[in-house]
C-alpha cells in the first residue's frame, strides 16, 4: 500500500467509481466527490474493504466557491495531494447546433471545462506540496464520428485538452505530471444518454479502463499528453 493521498471527482458511478476501486488497493487515502451522497457511501465501503482510508465529499463542482473551499480544507488538514483524477462530466443528447438548449450548453461548459479549470488553479498549490503528483483529466479526443452533432460537447472538450496541455507545460521542472486520457467509447449512464441501444459487447467496460488508468498513474513520468485507451 503506498502513502499516497488521492482525489477523484464523479466518483459514485462509470468511471471514476470504477478508479476509485481499483485505486484503492494501492492507495493509503482517496477523496471520492460527487453530488449523490449514497452512491458515495457504497463507492466508500468498497475502498475500505480493500485497507483504503476513505472520504465522502458531497459536492457540485459547479457551484460557487466549493471547489475553492475544498482546496483549502484540503490543505490545511493535509498540505499535499498526489494524485487528482477528474472524471466528473456530462452530455446529455447528440442535436444539430441549431437545436442545442442554450441552459445545457451552459451546464456542460460549467462542469466539463470550467470545473476543470478551478480544480487545477486551486489545487495547484496541494499537487505542487507532493513530491510527485499526478493529475489525469478523463476526456475526449474527436474523431469522425465526432463531426457531427457533437456540438455541445467535442468542442468543450477540446478546449479542456488544450487547456491541460498548457498546465503541463507551465509546470515542467516541478513535482506534477499533467495528463489526459481518452477512454473513448465506455459502458456508463453517461454513453448510454447519447447512444441508447448501443450493443455493450461492441464498447469498454469501465473496470477494464480504471485497471489501465491506474496502471498510468502508479508508474507514470509523462506530462502534457493524451493517452488514448
Same mark, same amino acid.
Given at each position: 500500500?503506498?502513502?499516497?493521498?488521492?482525489?477523484?471527482?464523479?466518483?459514485?458511478?462509470?468511471?471514476?467509481?470504477s478508479?476509485?476501486?481499483?485505486?484503492?488497493?494501492?492507495?493509503?487515502?482517496?477523496?471520492?466527490?460527487?453530488?449523490?451522497? /449514497?452512491?458515495?457511501?457504497?463507492?466508500?465501503?468498497?475502498?475500505?474493504?480493500?485497507?483504503?482510508?476513505?472520504?465522502?465529499?458531497?459536492? +457540485?463542482?459547479?457551484?460557487?466557491?466549493?471547489?475553492?473551499?475544498? /482546496?483549502?480544507?484540503?490543505?490545511?488538514? +493535509?498540505?499535499?495531494?498526489?494524485?487528482?483524477?477528474?472524471?466528473?462530466?456530462?452530455?446529455?443528447?447528440l442535436?444539430?447546433?441549431?437545436?442545442?438548449?442554450?441552459?445545457?450548453?451552459?451546464?456542460?461548459?460549467?462542469?466539463?471545462?470550467?470545473?476543470?479549470?478551478?480544480?487545477?488553479?486551486?489545487?495547484?498549490?496541494?499537487?505542487?506540496?507532493?513530491?510527485?503528483?499526478?493529475?489525469?483529466?478523463?476526456?475526449?479526443?474527436?474523431?469522425?464520428?465526432?463531426?457531427?452533432?457533437?456540438?455541445?460537447?467535442?468542442?468543450?472538450?477540446t478546449?479542456?485538452?488544450?487547456?491541460?496541455?498548457?498546465?503541463?507545460?507551465?509546470?515542467?521542472?516541478?513535482?506534477?505530471?499533467?495528463?489526459?486520457?481518452?477512454?473513448?467509447?465506455?459502458?456508463?449512464k453517461?454513453?448510454?444518454?447519447?447512444?441508447?441501444?448501443?450493443?455493450?459487447?461492441?464498447?469498454? +467496460?469501465?473496470? +477494464?479502463?480504471?485497471?489501465?488508468?491506474?496502471?498510468?498513474?502508479?508508474?507514470?513520468?509523462? /506530462?502534457?499528453?493524451?493517452?488514448?485507451?
Amino acid at each position: 500500500m503506498r502513502n499516497l493521498n488521492c482525489l477523484i471527482t464523479g466518483a459514485s458511478s462509470g468511471i471514476g467509481a470504477s478508479i476509485a476501486q481499483e485505486l484503492s488497493k494501492s492507495v493509503k487515502h482517496i477523496y471520492i466527490l460527487s453530488r449523490n451522497t /449514497s452512491k458515495l457511501e457504497e463507492i466508500n465501503d468498497k475502498i475500505i474493504s480493500n485497507g483504503c482510508e476513505c472520504t465522502i465529499v458531497p459536492i +457540485d463542482l459547479c457551484e460557487p466557491n466549493v471547489i475553492e473551499n475544498l /482546496s483549502e480544507k484540503i490543505f490545511k488538514k +493535509d498540505r499535499f495531494l498526489d494524485i487528482i483524477v477528474s472524471s466528473a462530466g456530462q452530455i446529455t443528447k447528440l442535436s444539430p447546433v441549431e437545436s442545442i438548449d442554450l441552459n445545457e450548453f451552459n451546464k456542460t461548459i460549467k462542469l466539463n471545462y470550467i470545473s476543470n479549470f478551478r480544480i487545477m488553479k486551486n489545487f495547484h498549490p496541494l499537487l505542487k506540496n507532493s513530491k510527485k503528483s499526478n493529475l489525469i483529466v478523463i476526456s475526449s479526443i474527436k474523431n469522425e464520428m465526432q463531426s457531427q452533432y457533437w456540438g455541445i460537447y467535442q468542442p468543450i472538450m477540446t478546449a479542456l485538452n488544450e487547456l491541460v496541455i498548457s498546465f503541463a507545460n507551465e509546470n515542467k521542472g516541478t513535482s506534477i505530471n499533467a495528463n489526459i486520457i481518452c477512454p473513448g467509447a465506455v459502458n456508463t449512464k453517461l454513453r448510454e444518454n447519447i447512444m441508447p441501444g448501443e450493443d455493450k459487447n461492441s464498447i469498454k +467496460d469501465p473496470v +477494464d479502463v480504471a485497471r489501465a488508468v491506474v496502471n498510468f498513474l502508479l508508474s507514470n513520468e509523462k /506530462s502534457g499528453e493524451i493517452i488514448n485507451l
